[in-house]
């Protein structure tokens, strides 16, 4: 277990005001931090996926999300027909590097006590009060992607938001989220979890349901990388990737954003540890998002050639869509989408870097699914 989960010293803040007033104050020193030049000219248009997985709905993509699934034995190979559908006929370069996280096939069951929950949110609620990155990897001894993480969620405001969570084993990030005020966390997981706290859920795909369980703001950190490859005992697919990010499009609302990293440089798939995303799978990823900011962006990371074992995952937010505006003669209507505070908060949570994205003109690739 990662030591800096339990070591902070503190006491949660009982004040949602007093954090929020904390965290605008920080904000406003920190937002010119988050103004890189992400520019996705540099990523490829081609939609990689089988039109059955591009052309998919959300009902038929969360049906399948939500089969039961038992867990499976480690794969310790791709077979050839394997190997042309995870590299696309070869484009995409391989490397080896076997993880077994499947228990033995078993599946896995990560618990943390309430105890140990109310320290990380004391921890993390500390956190969120550094004014720099030094501070928050120095003193705070995050890792360069927490602490990117941790100034995105500085001036992009989640309060009172359902937050889901993609993929997990430690509860960090939820803590983090209910230190930021969120309501309560939602966390998505193959395997089995228990998060002792009453204001966190865990939910194996099986036990999902799309009513109660969408959310106004979702994370994914590292985690989408990983599915398809069969390291957590999940199934064997070459699209789990592009197909969990649908997924998690789909039980985001209207306007929601999401806090999502994946490891970025050249592209490449290193069965079963991880892909790495760059301008042949990044913009599949990113389908059906606008980008708000991303934090910690170096351009020349998406094809420099870099070791794989070390991993640069800058943190984009990304917002799905509001449908389009309703116009009719005598007014002018936008549906209701939320049931939480997001669509007020979502105007004030674009940065001075979004804005200032959005004012370079820079090109979108984006393909919106209407159907989705």
Not at 182 to 189: G, K, L, P, Q, V
């Amino acid at each position: 277990m990662n030591p800096l989960y339990c070591s902070f010293p503190g006491r949660i803040m009982t004040s949602t005001m007093a954090m929020v007033v904390l965290i605008a104050f920080v904000a406003s020193t920190i937002s010119a931090s988050l103004a890189h030049d992400f520019d996705s000219t540099e990523l490829s248009t081609v939609s990689i996926a089988p039109v059955q997985v591009r052309g998919a709905s959300c009902r038929q993509l969360l049906a399948n999300y939500t089969q039961h699934k038992d867990a499976q034995p480690l794969v310790m190979a791709l077979n050839e027909e394997q190997k042309k559908e995870f590299t696309l006929n070869g484009l995409i370069p391989t490397a080896e590097y076997l993880v077994d996280d499947t228990n033995g096939g078993e599946g896995t069951h990560y618990q943390f006590s309430r105890k140990h929950i109310d320290t990380m949110i004391a921890a993390t609620t500390q956190v969120l009060g550094a004014t720099s990155l030094d501070e928050l990897m120095n003193k705070h001894r995050l890792t360069q992607t927490q602490a990117w993480f941790v100034q995105a969620l500085q001036v992009n405001p989640i309060q009172d938001s359902v937050v889901c969570v993609w993929g997990a084993v430690s509860p960090w990030y939820e803590a983090l989220a209910l230190a930021a005020g969120a309501a309560r966390t939602i966390t998505f997981e193959y395997n089995k979890l228990t998060f002792d706290h009453p204001q966190m859920i865990t939910v194996q795909p099986f036990e999902v349901d799309v009513k109660q369980h969408r959310c106004d703001v979702a994370i994914s950190t590292s985690s989408f990388d990983h599915d398809g490859l069969g390291r957590y005992g999940d199934p064997i697919d070459a699209f789990g990737d592009i197909k969990a990010m649908k997924v998690a499009r789909c039980m985001l609302v209207a306007g929601g954003r999401m806090f999502f990293t994946v490891p970025v440089g050249p592209d490449i798939l290193v069965f079963n540890l991880h892909r790495r995303y760059g301008v042949i799978r990044l913009g599949a990823m990113l389908q059906g998002f606008d980008v708000l900011d991303v934090s910690g962006w170096n351009q020349d990371k998406l094809t420099a050639p870099a070791d794989y074992r070390k991993s640069y995952e800058p943190v984009f937010v990304l917002q799905r869509p509001l449908p389009p505006t309703k116009i009719t003669t005598s007014t002018v209507t936008t549906p209701a989408t939320s049931t939480s505070s997001v669509q007020q908060s979502t105007e004030q949570g674009q940065t001075e870097g979004a804005r200032r994205l959005k004012s370079m003109g820079w090109r979108k690739f984006f393909h919106r699914d209407p159907r989705a």
